[in-house]
């Protein structure tokens, strides 16, 4: 079989260490309850050998270039049925899984946000991700209050899911070597899928309060007329020292 072509276009850095391929592999946790896999983006399939080894899982494929799935469905015929020439930010999930299932995947740079807030979106059937991503995502997305990392990404993801940093990827490990360092993280659904506060509020003030993030939340929320609902202690933070539960609060306050 005549190797994939990475196309920058795509985002494309495929891993060629076997070894870094099986630890993200060995990051997911089937204890969790879910037998379905989605990998996302698996190239000429690094992750794909150590995920088909696994009794336990049902492996699943979406990759958006179409020579990658031409190269997967000759190196896998066994998948057949399950490898899907698409877009994972456009797919519909209940269409495919019936079940819960779990993420995984060396997702291209250029969507790692996006990719994120699908899973979010999704995160009734999601209980489970593990993805390399550029290393300063995986630690936005991990972040505590009180640095200037901590952002949406940050408070929207933990809100639904428990983060934890695995581990740094060097870029010589990749053909072509990206630019960046790479970081694998782990996303484990907490107990609830849901927040006890109004959700759609809970993002647009979240979303407000970072978009000025430099201001006072006085300032920054002023299009919800915090004044009088929100006590003045608060109103003087800015959003980076807030944590979730502090959002949920400043929401349900709101909602009154």
């Given at each position: 079989m005549s190797?994939?072509?990475?196309?920058?276009?795509?985002?494309?850095?495929?891993?060629?260490?076997?070894?870094?391929?099986?630890?993200?592999?060995?990051?997911?946790?089937?204890?969790?309850?879910?037998?379905?896999?989605?990998?996302?983006?698996?190239?000429?399939?690094?992750?794909?050998?150590?995920?088909?080894?696994?009794?336990?899982?049902?492996?699943?494929?979406?990759?958006?270039?179409?020579?990658?799935?031409?190269?997967?469905?000759?190196?896998?015929?066994?998948?057949k049925d399950r490898i899907v020439h698409g877009d994972f930010l456009a797919m519909d999930f209940s269409s495919v899984f019936k079940e819960q299932f779990a993420i995984i995947g060396n997702f291209p740079y250029n969507i790692s946000s996006q990719i994120i807030f699908k899973i979010i979106e999704n995160r009734a059937m999601v209980p489970e991700m593990v993805g390399m991503f550029q290393k300063e995502v995986g630690e936005r997305v991990a972040a505590k209050p009180g640095g200037k990392e901590y952002g949406i990404l940050s408070v929207l993801t933990q809100a639904y899911y428990k983060i934890e940093y695995l581990f740094t990827v060097k870029p010589g490990v990749f053909n072509p070597p990206p630019k960046v360092n790479s970081g694998v993280i782990r996303l484990t659904r907490k107990e609830s899928t849901s927040l006890n506060c109004n959700e759609k509020l809970f993002f647009q003030v979240v979303k407000a309060a970072f978009n000025q993030r430099r201001k006072q939340l006085r300032n920054a929320l002023s299009q919800f007329q915090p004044k009088g609902k929100i006590d003045d202690v608060t109103l003087e933070l800015r959003a980076e020292k807030l944590s979730v539960e502090d959002f949920i609060k400043i929401t349900q306050l709101l909602e009154q």
């Open positions: 190797l994939v072509r990475a196309k920058k276009h795509l985002g494309q850095h495929f891993l060629t260490d076997k070894n870094i391929a099986q630890k993200i592999v060995e990051g997911l946790r089937p204890s969790l309850g879910y037998t379905d896999v989605l990998e996302v983006g698996p190239g000429m399939g690094v992750l794909t050998d150590f995920l088909v080894k696994k009794e336990a899982y049902k492996t699943h494929l979406i990759d958006i270039d179409g020579e990658s799935i031409e190269y997967l469905h000759k190196k896998y015929p066994e998948l």
